[in-house]
Each structure stands twice: as structure tokens, then as C-alpha cells.
């Protein structure tokens, strides 16, 4: 959905009335926002009990604050983890990938097969 469907003000960062949905009607909330606690109220609202809430995060000081959000009573949020997603680039070569890694390190090709 768009930002302005999920009741997001214009240049401000947090969605505001439990993003427009009715109150806990929805199993998962993924959050990609500069300051993710500042949703934390409105995910409430929205997420039905043992609901799922994955937020996506650019640095740790972000993680961070989300998590002492969440830990905050009387948030029932239990098993919050941190996960770091990482890119790999493959480059084709011809019936093969080789996977880029850094200058310093082997390179290896991974069959098709």
C-alpha cells in the first residue's frame, strides 16, 4: 500500500490510527521506516494476538531502539530477534555462476545443474 493509505502524514515518520485497518485484523506487519518504535501503537492495534512483526532497519541504532520498544510494558512482544540480511552478487559465466566476493578472497562457480 501506499504511505498515504496507511495514514502516514506528509514528512512525518510515524503512521497514525492504527494505519487505517480495523483493530486486530491482520497476521503480519512489516515495517520499513526510518523510526519503526514510533509505529509500535499502531502495529498494536492492527496485529492479532501471537501476530508477526518484522521491521527492516538500515543501521543497529535503529534495532536497537525498536527493541527497547518492544520490550516496554505492556507490549506482550516475545522471541524478538535481529537477523542481518546479506546481498551476494553472482556474475553469469557462460553455463555457470561465479559469486563476487571480496578482491582478497577465492572466487568459486556454482553449477547450474
Same mark, same amino acid.
Given at each position: 500500500?501506499?504511505?498515504?493509505?496507511?495514514?502516514?502524514?506528509?514528512?512525518?515518520?510515524?503512521?497514525?490510527a492504527g494505519f487505517g485497518?480495523?483493530?486486530?485484523?491482520?497476521?503480519?506487519? @512489516?515495517? !520499513?521506516?526510518?523510526?519503526?518504535? *514510533?509505529?509500535?501503537?499502531?502495529?498494536?492495534? =492492527?496485529?492479532?494476538?501471537?501476530?508477526? #512483526?518484522?521491521?527492516?532497519?538500515?543501521?543497529?541504532?535503529?534495532?536497537?531502539?525498536?527493541?527497547?520498544?518492544?520490550?516496554?510494558?505492556?507490549?506482550? @512482544?516475545? !522471541?524478538?530477534?535481529?537477523?542481518? *540480511?546479506?546481498?551476494?552478487?553472482?556474475?553469469? =559465466?557462460?553455463?555457470?555462476?561465479?559469486? #563476487?566476493?571480496?578482491?582478497?578472497?577465492?572466487?568459486?562457480?556454482?553449477?547450474?545443474?
Amino acid at each position: 500500500r501506499r504511505s498515504s493509505d496507511l495514514g502516514l502524514e506528509e514528512g512525518n515518520e510515524a503512521p497514525v490510527a492504527g494505519f487505517g485497518l480495523a483493530q486486530h485484523s491482520v497476521d503480519a506487519v @512489516f515495517l !520499513d521506516l526510518p523510526a519503526p518504535w *514510533a509505529a509500535v501503537g499502531n502495529v498494536m492495534q =492492527v496485529l492479532k494476538p501471537d501476530g508477526i #512483526l518484522c521491521t527492516f532497519s538500515p543501521c543497529i541504532e535503529q534495532t536497537q531502539r525498536l527493541c527497547e520498544k518492544l520490550r516496554e510494558d505492556p507490549l506482550d @512482544f516475545v !522471541d524478538i530477534r535481529t537477523v542481518e *540480511a546479506l546481498t551476494r552478487f553472482y556474475e553469469p =559465466v557462460s553455463t555457470k555462476r561465479r559469486r #563476487l566476493e571480496a578482491k582478497d578472497s577465492n572466487s568459486c562457480y556454482v553449477d547450474d545443474e
